[in-house]
């Protein structure tokens, strides 16, 4: 059996962050996904389903994520029932998600790199490999001299023996 669900869409509104009585955290917040068809009238509708984080994820969530933001959710679906008020018996059907990404960067600040977490940086290497470069440029002119640029022979042969190809 297989209860899996991946959402795209955007924030309704700002997540609310709760603590349960034990001290967890738990987040709900509603994604509005497009569906892929419009109305007879042309109009495009959409869905607005309930997200539910737990833990880490939904501090996380509470602190990065704002109404507007595009969002993707991984996580499964969730069924369950209460007795309300009126003594009749009330179905909530939610997302429960395990995996949240931030598709866009903070549109507030104008900054592209604004809000701190960035989820789709490159392997964990904080500014995508560019230390070689930083280091020349920052350290000024006679660092650059000191350094040899492999790529400055471009198009001409390399002299290399056989034994130091890996292959």
């Not at 495009?44 to 539910?52: K, M, N, T």
């Amino acid at each position: 059996m297989l209860n899996r669900v991946i959402l795209i869409g955007r924030l309704t509104k700002d997540p609310e962050l709760r603590y349960t009585p034990a001290g967890v955290a738990v987040t709900q917040f509603t994604l509005a996904v497009d569906r892929p068809f419009t109305s007879q009238g042309g109009e495009r509708e959409a869905d607005f389903i309930p997200v539910v984080t737990w833990r880490q994820l939904a501090e996380t969530c509470a602190n990065y994520l704002r109404k507007g933001r595009l969002t993707a959710v991984e996580g499964r679906i969730q069924v369950r029932n209460y007795e309300n008020n009126e003594g009749k018996r009330v179905y909530v059907t939610e997302v429960i998600a395990d995996n949240v990404r931030f598709l866009e960067s903070n549109r507030e600040g104008g900054n592209s790199n604004s809000g701190g977490y960035r989820e789709e940086a490159p392997y964990g290497g904080g500014n995508g490999g560019n230390n070689s470069s930083n280091n020349r440029s920052s350290n000024g002119n006679s660092s650059s001299r000191d350094n040899h640029d492999p790529f400055s022979d471009d198009g001409k042969p390399i002299d290399i023996s056989d034994d130091d190809l890996p292959f």
